[in-house]
Structures are given as C-alpha cells and as structure tokens.
Nanobody, 115 residues
C-alpha cells in the first residue's frame, strides 16, 4: 500500500521560505509522476507543481519563479522549495503520485504565511 507523508509546513512571514518534504513508502517515485497540490480555505484543490513520468516539470502560474519541485529517488522523497512566500500561498499542501492507474495523496501539511 502506498503511503505519502508530508512535513515541513508551518508559519512564516511574507517574503520568507519553507521547504516541504514528502516521503513515500510502499512504492517508488522513480518511474511515476509526483506533485504538490494545495487547498486554501473555501477554495478547490489546485496543482502547485509536478514532475512528469518522463521528466520535466509543470508549475502553476502563481508560483513560477518562486517555487521549485525536486525529488531524490534514492530517498524516495519529493521536495517543494518555496521562496518569496505570499499570504495567498496559505493553504494545506498535499503530496500526490499516480501509480498502477490510481491516485495517492498524503494527509497534507499546513502552510500559513502572515503579512
């Protein structure tokens, strides 16, 4: 069974940085797409960034130039480096992967950016 566990969320002032981590068990990120989504209060969950199966990355327009997604296949961990954080980045951030035709989600980690 695939399990994803996020960490690294917290409270930060606007302009600050955080790095989120997502560790996987029961599967591997090596040959599967992986990404980060977020959901702000009262809003739908949205894609933040992902790494495609064949490589390459996608970013939401709102985070381009500020966030960077990366993964360490040896550690089976994906990261989201978030710089120049804004209050509108406040949300619960979820790790995601798709394997064997099924979507898997972590429980999320809360990021709060104060103005």
């Amino acid at each position: 069974q695939v399990q994803l566990v996020e960490s690294g969320g917290g409270l930060v002032q606007a302009g600050g940085s955080l790095r989120l981590s997502c560790a996987a068990s029961g599967s591997t990120f090596r040959d599967n797409p992986v990404g980060w989504y977020r959901q702000a209060p009262g809003k739908q969950r949205e894609l933040v960034a992902n790494i495609r199966t064949v490589g390459g990355t996608n970013y939401a327009d709102s985070v381009k130039g500020r966030f960077t997604i990366s993964k360490d296949n040896a550690k089976n961990t994906v990261y989201l480096q978030m710089n120049s954080l804004k209050p509108e980045d406040t949300a619960v951030y979820y790790c995601w992967t798709r394997q064997w035709g099924m979507d898997y989600w972590g429980k999320g980690t809360l990021v709060t950016v104060s103005s």
